[in-house]
T-cell receptor, first 114, second 117 residues
């Protein structure tokens, strides 16, 4: 069972470069999320997609865009990377968007912006 | 606005000792509460969750947590630590009046648990 798959696992960018983080889930979940994890900060929600065809901003959306390509895939794009975006990025999914839903996480992408 | 505070960014215990990881929440109404665990180089996994049923919640790997409304706490415990419990633990809170969505799930800053042989 693959669960939530993220690519790439590691990436180094120069300031101003762009890239897209890919995420796919094989659990037929409706809702998907992108979080960033910074030391001593916990996880903060960047964007989420409650269902296929919808996306909404989370707590820290500036500098990012997302695409819910289909029910399985939810990508995160950095158009012009900045050092402040150095972080570990996690994609997650849940069967529904309910407040008591369990989240399933990918193994993360470690991004460094120089 | 809701928030969650994890007391102690780092807890160290001996193998076989009691594990106690503290979590206090602030919320205008009793929320849903979660504990997630993150093993090195992995994503988070759900340990247990409180959803207003029983106040003592049992999770995976022998962990349990008790919801105490009077203390606004949801501490995580395990009677006997094992080396494999070494990981980072996150408490999270989601308001029950969020319109049926978990986009307002708020994570604590995490507690790193070290287990010494």
């Amino acid at each position: 069972n693959a669960g939530v798959t993220q690519t790439p696992k590691f990436q180094v960018l120069k300031t101003g470069q762009s890239m897209t983080l890919q995420c796919a889930q094989d659990m037929n979940h409706n809702s998907m999320y992108w979080y960033r994890q910074d030391p001593g900060m916990g996880l903060r929600l960047i964007y989420y997609s409650a269902s296929e065809g919808t996306t909404d901003k989370g707590e820290v959306p500036n500098g990012y865009n997302v695409s819910r390509l289909n029910k399985r895939e939810f990508s995160l794009r950095l158009e012009s990377a900045a050092p402040s975006q150095t972080s570990v990025y996690f994609c997650a999914s849940s069967e529904r968007r309910g407040a008591n839903e369990k989240l399933f996480f990918g193994s993360g992408t470690q991004l460094s912006v120089l | 606005a809701q928030s969650v505070t994890q007391l102690g960014s780092h807890v160290s215990v001996s193998e076989g000792a009691l594990v106690l990881l503290r979590c206090n929440y602030s919320s205008s109404v009793p929320p849903y509460l979660f504990w997630y665990v993150q093993y090195p180089n992995q994503g988070l996994q759900l340990l247990l969750k409180y959803t207003s049923a029983a106040t003592l919640v049992k999770g995976i790997n022998g962990f349990e947590a008790e919801f105490k409304k009077s203390e606004t706490s949801f501490h995580l415990t395990k009677p006997s630590a094992h080396m494999s419990d070494a990981a980072e633990y996150f408490c999270a809170v989601s308001p029950t009046n969020s319109g049926g969505s978990n986009y307002k799930l708020t994570f604590g800053k995490g507690t790193l648990l070290t287990v010494n042989p």
